[in-house]
C-alpha cells in the first residue's frame, strides 16, 4: 500500500471512528432526552397530586420543574398557570398577588406562541386568560379574550355569556351611580332626560350586544338558566335608558319578567331532575332541602 493508500485509509478510519462517536453522542442525548421526558412527566404528576391537595406553591415548583425537563410539554405550562390562577386573590394588588397573575399570564400567553397547531390548548388558554383578565377588572382584556374563545370554538355557550357578564358589569356601575346622584330607589323610573340621553349613549351598544350574546348562549343551551337570569337584568339595563320612550321601557320590563319566569321554570325542572338521579330533594339555587 503507497503512502497516499495509507493516508486514505487513516483518513477513512478517523472518519468512521467521528462519525460513531458522533453517532453514540447522538444516542446518549437521545436517552437524556427520554429521560427528561419520563422526569418531567413524573414531576407533572406530582404537580398534579399537590394542586388536589391545594399544595398550590408545591404545584408551581413540579410544574415549573416539568416545563424545564421538557419544554415542548404544553400541558406543564397549562397547568402551571393554572396553579398560579389558584393563588390570585381577586381584586388584591399586593405584590404577591400580582406575581401570581404575571405568572398565569405569561404561561398562557407562551401556550398561545408555542403550540398554535394545537386547538384544544389554545382554547384553554384563551379561556384563562379571559377569566383572569375579569378577575382582575381588566374587562376589555376580558371581552378581547372571550371574542377569540368564540371564534375558536362558536358552539360553546359559556364564551358568548362570558362577553354578556362583562357588558351588564361595565353598564350596570355608571347606571347605578347615576341614579344615586339623583336620589332614585330602587322602583323609580329613571326620569331626567339629560341624565338619560347620557347613559344611552354611554351604554346602549353594550347593552344591546349583551342581549345578542345572552340569546346566543341560550340559543346553544336551552336550560342555560345563569344566561337567563342575566338576560332578564341586561332587559332591565335597557329598560331604565328608555326613559323617553315609555313603550319601549315597558316592553323590554315585559321581557325581564317573562325571562325570570322561564329561570324559575328551568331551575324547578333541574332540581327535579336531580332530585329523579339522586333521590336528594334540591331548592332553586341546586342546594339540597331539610
Known sequence: MNRN??????????????????LAALAMLAGLSGCNKLSARNQLNKGVQAYKASKFESAVQFFQKAKELDPELTVAKLYLATACVAQYVPGGDSPDNT??????????KRV??????????????????????????????????????????????????????????????????????????????????KVCAELRTLNMEKV??????????????????????????????RADIQCDDPAARDADLKL???????????KKMKAEKAKEQTGIVLDEQGKPTQ
Not at 368564540?150 to 355608571?174: G, H, K, M, R
Not at 342555560?224 to 332578564?232: E, G, R, S, T, V
Not at 325581564?256 to 324559575?264: G, L, N, Q, S, Y
Open 112 to 193: 398561545l406562541e408555542e403550540d398554535k397547531g394545537n386547538k384544544n390548548t389554545v382554547i384553554l388558554a384563551t379561556k384563562g386568560l379571559a377569566s383572569l383578565y375579569f378577575n382582575m377588572k381588566k374587562f376589555e382584556e376580558a371581552k378581547e379574550y372571550n371574542r377569540k374563545a368564540i371564534d375558536l370554538d362558536p358552539n360553546d355557550p359559556e364564551n358568548y355569556y362570558s362577553v354578556a357578564v362583562i357588558d351588564w358589569t361595565q353598564t350596570y356601575v355608571p347606571r347605578m351611580e347615576k341614579r344615586g346622584e339623583l336620589g332614585l330607589k330602587v322602583t323609580e323610573p329613571l326620569k331626567d332626560k
Open 5 to 22: 493508500a495509507e493516508y486514505a485509509h487513516a483518513g477513512a478510519r478517523t472518519l468512521i471512528g467521528k462519525t460513531l462517536l458522533a
Open 208 to 237: 344591546e350586544e349583551g342581549i345578542t350574546m345572552l340569546q346566543k348562549a341560550i340559543d346553544l343551551r336551552k336550560d342555560y338558566d345563569d344566561a337567563m337570569a342575566y338576560l332578564n337584568l341586561m332587559y332591565r339595563e
Open 256 to 266: 325581564a319578567d317573562e325571562m325570570v319566569a322561564k329561570t324559575m321554570e328551568v
Open 99 to 108: 406575581r401570581w397573575a404575571d405568572c398565569a399570564i405569561e404561561e398562557y
